[in-house]
């Protein structure tokens, strides 16, 4: 797809280009700049004005951008046969499986590279699951000298062409989770709704910035999760039961039955409030690598895979991933554009991400971890032992 400018015979960087039109147009160039900046259609009226003025129609203009409506659908429709017979195929095979491996453990295979590359040399249906966190489009610095800038079209078509390789390589009953800010999740789950299971919306309780003036406080990241077909393997632990952390009683009252509380936990909803940011650079391996915690991949892996499964991501960073996928016995492939010394030395140091995530796991698949079981039993609170289930008595503590 190309940019509104584009579209128009524009080049985008050039301001003289886009004054010149914008007074030939008689319309404002920030009026044009939000369609460029935000890859919309011109509203109504200024439609009316390009074509009035430029002789570019509605539909020509969504066929140049890839905005595909009901109007460009009807409109290939009509033109089905003159299409499929003017499109040569491009069926050709490309070469597998060029990329050697730079580093490898016992369960994984590192790769250092552009993983449009390695994706198309890789043969279809390989993965039970694929998780990718791609840089955001946010202008941060990467080591890998990654241009985190680039025009909102551009960022997309880059997302669509490496999600469409993602859908090619996962396995039927497999699973995609796609990490991103809401703004690019709205078009890539538009994008992935076309092509696999839609799962869930998994909204994820960290801020990402500053409060920005006229906006509302960016407070959530989103978690994409698909599934090619029916998945495979659906299994989400149980969370234990939020407490006050000073005096350990209840904070929420869970629909108020409390004697029909499964003793192995809460079930997970679709919003996640306990996974922590990576924030201190004490705990952070490249400060560069927006690393992720540890935890939301244990739960993404436990969640959607079992043991031996094959996982996959294409943007590695600091290795979160291929660390927990290693520790939980799940084979693993991975590629990073920049240095990988930081993902080697993390293996090296393994028994660190272990003794985390150990911890992390030992709350869960209980309505109290056993600490807080004991300290509530003395202070005389409810736990799960405090109720015959059988006969739905009243509990004999509070
Ligand atoms: C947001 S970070 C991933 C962080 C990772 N999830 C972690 O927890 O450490 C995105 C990474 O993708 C890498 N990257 C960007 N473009 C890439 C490409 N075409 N192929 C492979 N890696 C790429 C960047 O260098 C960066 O390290």
Known sequence: MKSFYESLGLRPENRIEVRALAKRLKVKVKELDLYQQNHILPFEHHMAVIKGTLGISALQLKIRMGIFDSEVYEALLRNEELLVTSVTSSDKEEPRGVHSPEYQTKYGTLYQGDCMEFMRQTESNKYDMIFADPPFNLDKFYLSDYDDNVSHHSYLRWCFSWLDECVRLLKPGGSLFVWNIPKWNTYLANHLNQKLLFRHWISVDIKFSLPINSRLYPSHYSLLYYSKGKPKIFKPDRLPMEVCKRC?????????YKNKMNPLGVNLTDVWYDIPPVRHNKYKRRKEANELTIKLLDRIIEMSTEEGDLVFDPFGG??????AAEIKSRRWEGIELGPL??????????????????????NYNNLFPPKIKAKR???RLWTDESFDRQSNTTPNAI
């Open 248 to 256: 350990l009683s209840d904070l929420k009252d869970y629909g108020g």
């Open 318 to 323: 600091s290795g979160t991933t291929y660390v």
């Open 341 to 362: 010394d930081d993902v080697i030395k993390r293996f090296q140091n393994i028994k660190e991400d272990e003794r985390i995530l150990r911890k992390y796991r030992s």
């Open 377 to 379: 039993m003395q202070l």
